[in-house]
C-alpha cells in the first residue's frame, strides 16, 4: 500500500531536482561590467550596453539553459558587454548578448548559459 | 578537443594514398515517400519534427546540434516543440534521416537580410531595412514579440520582410529547405575565449559530403544553394565552421 506514494513522492522529487538544476537563476556578487564589443555585421546592436546593475539584474532574472536551448531558442547577436565577478566565492567572467543570452565561466572551470525572457527592459536600444 | 585542421590533415594524409571519397552512383539510390533509400541512410523519421508539407526546396543549411550525442539529440526531437533538420550525422559517419525531404522542420530560426549581408541591396531596400534594424519599443510591433529585446524585435521583423522575397533574393527559410544536422556540443574554451562547436569529424564530412550530392542531384540544387546556418541566421559563428561538403570524389 505505501509503495505508490514513495514512488509519487520520489518522481515528484525528481522532477523538483531536475528543474531546480536547469532553472535557477545565479547571483553574481562585486559584479563590475568590462568592456562592450560588436562582431562583423553588428551595427544594428552597436549601441548595446549594460550597466553593472543591470547585468546584475540579468542574471538574477535569467534562467540557466543547456546550450541546445541557446542554440535552438534564442538567436546569438553580434553585439555583447562582458565583465567579471564572484560566484559562491569564486572569481568569473561573464558575457552578456543582446539577443537576451549569457555564459558565466568560474576561474574553477565551470561554464554556464543563461537565457532571459523578460530581461526586455535591461536591452533597451538607444 | 580535437586539434584544429585535424581532418584536413587526416585528408591529406589519406589522398597520399590515393584514397577519395566513396560516392556512390545515384542510380543505387532512391526516393520514396520523401524518404532516402540508400545502405547509408537509416530510416529514424520522427514525425513531431515534421511541421506540414514544403512544396519546393531551395536550400540545405547546415547545421551543429549543440547536443553531447546522437542518442540525446534523437531523444530530443520527440520533446514538445522540437527543433531539428532531415537528417542527422553522428560523429562516425553514420547518416540518419529524421525527417521526409518533403516535410517542413523547424530548423533555421529567423533569417538574415542576404542583400544586407552581400552588400547587393538598392538604395531604397538598404534603408527599409536599416529602418526595421533601428526599431526600439514604444513603436507598434506584434504582440507574439512581446517580452522579446528591441534588437531581437528587429531581427525577426527584418526576418519577415525577408520571408516575403523570392529565392535567392533572399536566403532559405524554414519553409523552402532542408536542414542537415551535425552531431557536435557547444562550449566555452577557456584558453581562446571563444565559443566554439565540436570540430567536424573527416567521417562526418565524408558523410555530409555524400549526402549534399545525392540531395543536389534529387532536388537539383548548386553548390550556391548550400549554406552554413550561421551564414542565413544568427548564430554562433562557428556551428558547422569545419564542416566541409567538397571532400574529393571517386
Known amino acids: 500500500m505505501w509503495k505508490p506514494r514513495v514512488i509519487t513522492v520520489c518522481i515528484v522529487y525528481l522532477l523538483f531536482a531536475c528543474s531546480a538544476s536547469t532553472q535557477a537563476s545565479v547571483t553574481i556578487s562585486d559584479i563590475a561590467v568590462t568592456e562592450s564589443g560588436v562582431e562583423q555585421n553588428g551595427e544594428f546592436c552597436s549601441d548595446f550596453r549594460l550597466t553593472n546593475a543591470q547585468a546584475k539584474s540579468f542574471f538574477k532574472r535569467a534562467t540557466k539553459i543547456t546550450p541546445v536551448e541557446l542554440h535552438d531558442k534564442f538567436d546569438y547577436l553580434p553585439c555583447y558587454v562582458r565583465g567579471r565577478g564572484r560566484l559562491d566565492g569564486v572569481d568569473a567572467e561573464w558575457e552578456i548578448r543582446a539577443g537576451g543570452t549569457g555564459r558565466l565561466v568560474t576561474t574553477s572551470g565551470q561554464v554556464s548559459w543563461y537565457g532571459c525572457t523578460k530581461c526586455d527592459d535591461l536591452f533597451r536600444g538607444k | ?250
Open chain 2, 1 to 250: 578537443m580535437a586539434e584544429p585542421n585535424s581532418w584536413k590533415a587526416e585528408i591529406e594524409r589519406k589522398a597520399e594514398n590515393g584514397w577519395k571519397a566513396e560516392i556512390e552512383p545515384l542510380n543505387s539510390v532512391s526516393v520514396n515517400n520523401g524518404k532516402i533509400i540508400s545502405p547509408r541512410v537509416i530510416d529514424k523519421i520522427i514525425s513531431n519534427l515534421e511541421t506540414g508539407a514544403m512544396r519546393r526546396v531551395h536550400g540545405i543549411i547546415v547545421h551543429q546540434t549543440a547536443t553531447k550525442s546522437a542518442a540525446g539529440t534523437l531523444i530530443g526531437y520527440t520533446g514538445p516543440g522540437a527543433n531539428g533538420g532531415h537528417f542527422l550525422i553522428d560523429k562516425d559517419g553514420t547518416i540518419y534521416q529524421t525527417a521526409r525531404i518533403t516535410q517542413r522542420c523547424n530548423h533555421v530560426g529567423n533569417i538574415k537580410s542576404r542583400c544586407k549581408e552581400l552588400k547587393t541591396c538598392s538604395a531604397e531596400e538598404f534603408n527599409t531595412i536599416n529602418a526595421i534594424l533601428k526599431f526600439k519599443k514604444g513603436e507598434a510591433y506584434n504582440v507574439k514579440f512581446k517580452g522579446k529585446t528591441d534588437y531581437e524585435i528587429a531581427i525577426a521583423m527584418l526576418s519577415e520582410h525577408e520571408k516575403a522575397k523570392s529565392y535567392p533574393n533572399r536566403y532559405p527559410a524554414n519553409d523552402d529547405s532542408l536542414g542537415i544536422e551535425i552531431q557536435g556540443f557547444f562550449s566555452h574554451n577557456q584558453i581562446t575565449k571563444r565559443d566554439v562547436f565540436d570540430q567536424v569529424t573527416f567521417e562526418q564530412n565524408d558523410s555530409l559530403t555524400w549526402l549534399v550530392r545525392i540531395l543536389q542531384e534529387v532536388l537539383e540544387l548548386s553548390d550556391r544553394d548550400v549554406y552554413r546556418h550561421p551564414e542565413v541566421s544568427y548564430k554562433a559563428a562557428s556551428e558547422a565552421q569545419t564542416a566541409n561538403w567538397n571532400l574529393p570524389q571517386n
